[in-house]
Nanobody, 124 residues
Framework: QVQLVESGGGLVQAGGSLRLSCAAS????????MGWFRQAPGKEREFVAA????????YYADSVKGRFTISRDNAKNTVHLQMNSLKPEDTAVYYC?????????????????WGQGTQVTVSS
């Protein structure tokens, strides 16, 4: 059983930056691919970014490509999401998730473990 705890959310002005972190415990972190998802008010949860267990492969949603960067530190059991050039439409609760195996995936149903989420609010 893997436990995931997100941190780093907050309120930021448009154009600003935030760095989200997700700390994992209870499993062998390096054996899980990781992903970030978000859910805005009144909308379904959507894919943001994913990273393979080695960190060698990453995927991004088109809406964040070029602005967000996912990374991981297997020695510290953490995954990060660096968010730059933030826009009001990035406002959402951000969740990290873990899927057993090496392959990064954009498909939510493949993820076994989820964190509780951290709120990101971008003001215009």
């Amino acid at each position: 059983q893997v436990q995931l705890v997100e941190s780093g959310g907050g309120l930021v002005q448009a154009g600003g930056s935030l760095r989200l972190s997700c700390a994992a415990s209870g499993g062998t972190f390096s054996r899980y691919a990781m992903g970030w998802f978000r859910q805005a008010p009144g909308k379904e949860r959507e894919f943001v970014a994913a990273i393979s267990w080695s960190g060698g492969t990453t995927y991004y949603a088109d809406s964040v490509k070029g602005r967000f960067t996912i990374s991981r530190d297997n020695a510290k059991n953490t995954v990060h999401l660096q968010m730059n050039s933030l826009k009001p439409e990035d406002t959402a609760v951000y969740y990290c998730a873990a899927v057993p195996g090496p392959i990064a995936t954009m498909r939510q149903y493949e993820y076994h473990y989820w964190g509780q989420g951290t709120q990101v609010t971008v003001s215009s």
